[in-house]
């Protein structure tokens, strides 16, 4: 019996709390992903936020992009803000969309991707993270605290 797949996650929500956002443009943006854990403190591979970013422009437009757009929008911002062109290949730029997508702030039809229903962040945010995925991890988390009790439990006294 492999206790690999026994272990790995059906799904996985990170938070966290920082400070009122008073920053704005890619510094909200980034502290929105450190927030919702897409990414990792300190993490100097923050291609993420710029996809996210890229998207979220696109949004203004009501445009929708295919991978490779999104990956030349994301090396022009990094060239023009003189970031590190990390993370930029094809491949990382498709999981990053593949990340946001499993957490349903973007969709995609026909290779062409958005932010989900032209909605806000805050709404998509409510919507999806906080009433589906987050209620669902809890649900099951008192599963377990509650087998973990009945296993646990002090000797019933006659």
Not at 30 to 58: H, M, N, T, W, Y
Not at 67 to 95: P, T
Not at 106 to 113: D, F, H, S
Request: some cysteine.
């Amino acid at each position: 019996m492999s206790k690999i797949a026994r272990d790995t996650p059906l799904a996985e929500l990170t938070l966290r709390r920082y400070e009122k956002p008073t920053m704005d443009g890619r510094d909200v943006v980034r502290k929105f992903c450190l927030s919702i854990g897409l990414l990792q403190p300190g993490d100097s591979r923050d291609v993420i936020v710029d996809v996210l970013l890229v998207l979220l422009e696109a949004k203004k437009r009501k445009e929708e992009l295919h991978s490779e757009e999104i990956k030349n929008h994301v090396m022009d911002y990094r060239k023009k803000h003189g970031l590190a062109m990390l993370g930029i290949a094809s491949s990382n730029i498709r999981r990053q969309l593949k990340r946001l997508k499993d957490l349903y702030l973007i969709e995609t039809n026909a290779n062409l991707y958005r932010i989900s229903e032209w909605a806000s962040l805050t709404e998509l945010f409510d919507e999806k993270v906080v009433n589906f995925v987050l209620k669902s991890v809890l649900a099951r988390v008192r599963e377990y605290a509650k087998k973990v009790d009945e296993e646990f439990e002090l000797p019933k006294e006659e």
